[in-house]
């Protein structure tokens, strides 16, 4: 039987034993400064930070000694790209483990059955928001996503010269305009045909549009340019005319690609708060109609329960993260569909 360290080759469970090793070193280590009076408790982050250091020099320099150079920095750059996959993980953890925590505490029948009218302190719910985050998002989807898709076919099937040009240019800008910005436009818009102190939840859509539109084109544009060729030459050698080809072949090959970054937009502008804050107001009374009235969403409504806390603060802090944890739900729910429908619809292979 061959030995592996002789065969200069480490055992598999070398990676493991070395981490356990470091981190284990570095616990005991900040065990006995805290004993010793030299920090204030036992510093976990330190411990971690430190112990992956030492685990990454250890390893490194084991691998070397064993395996040789190349074989080391082969690990060396594993082991980097973990710790950053690892590293970009903990925030998105730590953000789902927390509003999981505190939402947790209002994720009850009544939250999603009552609105807060008449509501000055515990109790409620925010049934109101979430009727109106549902609607603004549709419909602001459906205002953008045929306008993006016939964009992003236009730019890649027929678009050519300075005309093409200025509209990639101009969906450029879009993409990095301020949501306050949005706002103001879907606002002013509005108040040119209804006058000033207009809010209805239609004006939110169109906002939020402002802010899709330029996201669903670009993603829209890469699925596109993702299309080979050759199914585009077969389907006009067949006869096929260029609209029934990007009908039937072009846009069936890359749904999947196109609801993908559909969702994206959605989930880019379902959380903003200032352009909604402007044109579609606030309102504690629940209210289905996008084209009367103002309209309560759920970014909104966790903005006013932190920022307008009354006499029991405890109970509108609640209700804000219950807010925060539903919208969460939300766009989760949506990811699901999405994925759902890209794939009832995206061409089967046989």
Do not use: C
């Not at 205002?143 to 027929?158: F, H, K, N, R």
Request: charged share 10%; net charge positive; aromatic share 10%.
């Amino acid at each position: 039987m061959t030995n592996s360290l002789t065969a200069g080759k480490l055992p598999k469970n070398t990676t493991v034993l070395v981490l356990a090793a470091s981190l284990l070193i570095l616990t005991i280590l900040f065990v006995i400064l805290q004993l010793a009076g030299a920090t204030d408790g036992f510093n976990y982050v330190g411990a971690i930070v430190l112990g992956v250091i030492l685990f990454t020099v250890a390893m490194y320099a084991i691998s070397l000694a064993v395996e040789g150079p190349r074989k080391a920095t082969d690990r060396l750059a594993s082991i980097l790209v973990t710790a950053a996959f690892v590293l970009a993980l903990i925030p998105l953890i730590s953000l789902v483990f927390t509003v999981v925590t505190f939402g947790s505490a209002r994720f009850d029948i009544e939250f999603f059955t009552y609105s807060l009218r008449n509501i000055v302190g515990a109790g409620g719910g925010a049934i109101h928001a979430i009727v109106g985050t549902v609607e603004v998002t549709l419909a602001a989807t459906a205002l953008s996503v045929p306008i993006g898709m016939a964009t992003a076919i236009y730019l890649v099937e027929y678009g050519r010269g300075r005309l093409a040009q200025a509209i990639t240019f101009f969906v450029d800008v879009m993409t990095g305009i301020p949501s306050i910005v949005a706002g103001l436009f879907a606002y002013a818009l509005f108040v040119l045909f209804f006058g000033p102190g207009i809010r209805m939840g239609f004006g939110g859509a169109v906002a939020l549009s402002v802010l899709m539109i330029p996201i669903v084109v670009r993603s829209t544009e890469e699925m596109l340019k993702l299309v080979p060729n050759e199914l585009r030459e077969a389907a006009y050698a067949l006869g096929v005319p260029k609209w029934l080809t990007i009908v039937k072949v072009v846009l069936p090959t890359s749904i999947a690609g196109i609801l993908t970054g559909v969702m994206l937009a959605v989930a880019r502008v379902i959380g903003e708060t200032a352009p909604l804050l402007i044109v579609a107001g606030f309102t504690s009374n629940l209210n289905y109609d996008l084209f009367s009235d103002r309209m309560m969403t759920l970014p909104v409504f966790v903005y006013n329960q932190y920022v307008a806390q009354g006499q029991d603060a405890q109970a509108y802090i609640d209700r804000a993260w219950t807010g925060a944890l539903v919208l969460i739900l939300i766009v989760m729910l949506l990811n699901l569909i999405a994925r759902i429908v890209a794939r009832a619809f995206a061409p089967k292979i046989r």
